[in-house]
């Protein structure tokens, strides 16, 4: 499995994928992306640092991903990314956070002492089809709230049962309310949750302008640090001690 690598043209950056404990979660019904974690706090670390080696600071700017928060992330490894900014000079961080730990944010930016991107999976905001469909387990109730909070939206289209009419809303309101976003096209995987193949036509169609847009990525193929072709955002319903630990 690849876990590192550059993104060079929209948003530049280098990008690592990075192993953290299980989501606790777990009942996204569109994720099955359920492997790449560990209860083994050493192993985890080991191999975090062992990709994190790659980190040259070329871009000045680096996005860490997991198949959780990064709040899930071991305590020994937050304090490594700290480290690598410092030694690499990043000067902006991308992380990925679910919308429970909302009010924790503050402290993840504190303790990391630069700029961080939070990003977030929205999936789309129908809260109807977010919540009883996908069962997201995230529980807010219009795009305002999450921009209190979070930079950077998620979302998801190509899903059947999803309809023209929600896409459209989606991509206004990732337009209107936040500088940055990414859209991913569902691919099929091992769940029950199906590609609309029609609808995405229509998308890609429709929505052709996105692909040179700056502030928004387009996700279509099977991205590998990614769970069956979209962003899984699947996390624990507690909040771990890294949270309480941070300072």
């Keep these: 499995m690849e876990r590192y690598n550059k993104i060079t ?3 530049p950056r280098e990008i690592v994928l990075l192993k953290g404990r299980p989501c606790a ?3 996204c019904r569109f994720c099955d992306y359920i492997e790449d974690n560990s209860r083994d706090v050493q192993e985890m670390n080991a191999l975090n640092q062992e990709v994190l080696s790659h980190v040259t600071g070329e871009l000045g700017v680096l996005e ?4 959780g928060s990064c709040f899930e992330l071991p305590e020994e490894t937050l304090k490594m990314i700290k480290e690598i900014i410092a030694e690499k ?3 902006r961080l991308f992380f990925e956070s679910h919308w429970m730990y909302r009010k924790h944010l503050q402290k993840m930016r504190d303790y990391m002492g630069i700029p961080i991107t939070f990003k977030i999976g929205v999936e789309t905001f129908d809260k109807t089809f977010r919540e009883e469909y996908l069962n997201k387990h995230a529980d807010f109730d219009s795009p305002e709230e999450v921009r209190k909070y ?3 939206p998620c979302l998801m289209v190509g899903i059947k049962g ?10 206004r309101m990732l337009k209107t ?3 940055l976003g990414t859209v991913n096209v569902f691919t099929n995987n091992s769940t029950d949750v199906k590609r609309d193949q029609e609808l995405v036509d229509w998308f890609m169609q429709k929505y052709a302008d996105l692909l040179e847009d700056p502030s928004v990525e387009v996700l279509y193929e099977k991205n590998r640090f990614r769970c069956g072709g979209l962003i899984c955002f699947c996390f624990p319903v507690t909040l771990h001690s890294t949270v309480r630990s941070l300072h």
């Design 9 to 11: 043209n929209k948003n």
């Design 25 to 27: 979660w777990g009942k």
């Design 64 to 67: 860490v991903i997991n198949s």
């Design 89 to 91: 000079q990043i000067h």
């Design 150 to 152: 979070f930079d950077s």
């Design 162 to 171: 999803q309809t023209k009419e929600m896409i459209d809303y989606d991509i």
């Design 177 to 179: 309310h936040f500088e």
